[in-house]
């Protein structure tokens, strides 16, 4: 996707927006990593201020997936920090999306992979491996369920029932 943006996506698709197989998520996501733009296969997590399941996601070969976790929106803690982020870069991930922080901040943005979260914060999580993988989640105002397609640049993210053939 890298020649198509976000935009143009929506310009040439108004029936799978009308029909929601092509959503948009809300705009509360700010950019982190050197990729901006990066699409792939989803795969879902819900983890609340633990970061245990994160990390043993990104541990895995990525092959160009999108690992996108629902964190509940908090901002008291972040669950993804530099550390995981150059696993996932260096085992094939395109991107992660986090409802909620990150740190390590300026680690992340050297990194060639793509972020996006809610800010950055310098508390870590819990380290219980509390979460649920492979569900149904509701980030940015939007459902996401598992094998769903992400696409996102500078303009946002888009959330696709299928592959597109942009």
Not at 46 to 62: P, Y
Request: a negative charge; hydrophobic letters at 40%; one cysteine or more.
């Amino acid at each position: 996707m890298a020649l198509v943006t976000t935009a143009e996506v929506c310009d040439t698709n108004p029936q799978l927006i009308v029909s929601g197989e092509l959503r948009a998520l809300q705009p509360i996501f700010q950019i982190y990593g050197r990729r901006q733009v990066f699409s792939g296969p989803v795969v879902t997590l819900k983890a609340f201020e633990d970061n245990v399941l994160i990390r043993e996601f990104l541990e895995e070969k990525g092959s160009g997936r999108v690992l996108v976790v629902d964190g509940g929106g908090s901002l008291r803690c972040a669950i993804l920090g530099g550390n995981p982020v150059v696993q996932a870069q260096n085992n094939g991930w395109a991107g992660i999306v986090v409802n909620g922080c990150i740190r390590d901040a300026d680690e992340i943005n050297g990194c060639d992979i793509g972020v996006r979260a809610l800010g950055s914060h310098p508390m870590k999580a819990n380290k219980k491996g509390i979460g649920e993988k492979h569900v149904p989640i509701t980030i940015g105002g939007t459902r996401i369920s598992d094998g769903e397609w992400l696409y996102a640049d500078t303009d946002g993210i888009l959330i696709s029932r299928a592959e597109l053939s942009v």
